[in-house]
């Protein structure tokens, strides 16, 4: 994400650039299952924010913790506080890279 991001602050910019990218096609894998706050606030910056928060995951999933096959946390990312936005946004990498 990061090198996408700069990309398109750069583009933003209006200065030239060329994303190379050594994979011969999109990741079908996630590698990323989502944002916290503050990447959320720069890409609020960037004006692509929007885009993000479109394609996530709705409602925000429940995630839960195991340790062994025994449950020990879980966290409803739907009763989030959102100061402006959720504190974990879930959206897997490859919705990202087409947004």
Do not use: W
């Not at 885009?51 to 839960?64: E, F, G, N, S, V």
Request: hydrophobic share 45%.
């Amino acid at each position: 994400m990061c090198g996408l991001t700069l990309a398109n602050d750069l583009a933003a910019r209006g200065i030239p650039l060329r994303v190379i990218d050594p994979l011969p096609e999109p990741v079908r894998e996630s590698r990323a299952h989502g944002f916290g706050a503050r990447t959320l606030l720069a890409l609020d910056k960037l004006g692509l924010v929007e885009p993000m928060l479109a394609a996530a995951k709705q409602p925000p999933p429940i995630l839960r913790e195991y340790f062994g096959g025994d449950l020990v946390a879980e966290l409803d990312l739907g009763a989030v506080p959102r100061d402006p936005y959720p504190s974990m946004l879930a959206i897997f990498q490859q919705r990202v890279c087409a947004c």
